[in-house]
């Protein structure tokens, strides 16, 4: 493996545990403004920090992410369809490797769907973006399983999990299901779980301890952490599972920890909302002051332009 695609793959799975947290704000792609993600750019800004890597698209990369940012970007590259058209599965490849490398990407991301109608384009396309990516050093991570109603069980996920590896995907991200060792264990790439529909936290806490504990090198959440009432508090306790060995209670614990936090601040704010503002006003008063002290003649040219 050459050292771009090393170093690459090294920032979005940590090399020191064998672990990832991704954070999926992708959703948009085919959902549009989806529940509790129709301001990208105020649910990233307050839990950027507690995820390794975020799983974007270029739109919200662009308008939503600041390029100040050192956390390392999934792009997803594939599209085309959306919920409300013919056939979700009918994807293909939007977003070209040189762009990708523009918005300094450090894997691209592109969904397959096996068994369906479009299987055949998409495994195609799987395999091409792999030529591509394979050039400049870029790791690829499959989606597998996204909107596939049937059979989301061990047999269809090992299934399509190891025809996405057999065509280079790097990394393979899938859903969790019952005996998952199996499906890690017959996909020779990493397997990364998606979060999947918003469940109660302790549930989801118990879906990412089963998934690290039966194998996967971790976990790419999104509506579990950005439709909880506290995001905040639920990324850190899954990463607590993921990066800090925590079981379940450990993690629900602290989940309850900083949401109780939360609350408390949250209240402060509404017993006080003019607690923001004064301190603005406050920090204006005082700019606007020492600009006279630097410029004693300020308001007197002012009145004299008036008086022109
Ligand atoms: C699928 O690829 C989606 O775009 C998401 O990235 C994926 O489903 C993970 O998000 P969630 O945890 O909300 O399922």
């Not at 030529?131 to 996204?146: C, D, H, R, S």
């Not at 925590?246 to 601040?265: M, R, T």
């Not at 406050?282 to 700019?287: A, C, H, L, M, P």
């Amino acid at each position: 493996m050459d050292w771009g695609l090393k170093n690459r793959l090294s920032r979005i799975i940590k090399p020191h545990n064998n672990r990832a947290l991704m954070l999926a704000v992708d959703h948009g792609y085919f959902l549009g403004p989806t529940e509790k993600l129709e301001n990208p750019k105020k649910v990233i800004a307050p839990i950027l920090k507690y995820c390794d890597s975020l799983m974007v698209t270029r739109g919200v990369q662009r308008t939503s992410v600041s390029p100040t940012s050192d956390t390392p970007m999934v792009l997803r590259v594939s599209g085309g369809s959306s919920i409300i058209g013919d056939d979700l599965s009918q994807e293909d490849i939007t977003v070209s490797l040189e762009e990708a490398i523009r918005l300094n990407a450090s894997a691209v991301a592109m969904s397959i769907f096996v068994g369906s109608k479009y299987e055949y384009q998409t495994i195609v396309n799987l395999g091409k973006l792999v030529n591509e990516a394979e050039k400049y050093g870029m790791p690829v991570l499959a989606v597998t399983a996204v909107g596939k109603e049937l059979g989301k069980d061990a047999r269809y996920l090992s299934l399509a999990c190891r025809v996405a590896a057999e065509q280079g995907a790097h990394i393979v991200k899938t859903y969790y299901c019952d005996n998952f060792e199996k499906v890690v264990q017959s996909c020779p790439v990493p397997i990364i779980v998606a979060g999947g529909k918003k469940i109660p936290e302790r549930d989801a806490l118990q879906l990412t301890y089963n998934s690290i504990k039966a194998g996967a090198v971790g976990l790419d959440m999104g509506r579990n952490i950005w439709q909880s009432e506290h995001p905040v508090a639920m990324i850190q306790a899954a990463r607590s599972i993921i990066h800090g060995n925590s079981n379940v209670e450990q993690a629900y614990s602290l989940y309850k920890k900083l949401a109780a936090q939360d609350n408390q601040n949250k209240s402060k704010k509404q017993n006080n909302p003019n607690q923001n503002k004064s301190k603005k006003q406050n920090k204006s008063k005082k700019q606007n002051k020492s600009k006279k002290q630097n410029n004693p003649n300020q308001n007197k040219s002012s009145n004299s332009n008036q008086s022109k």
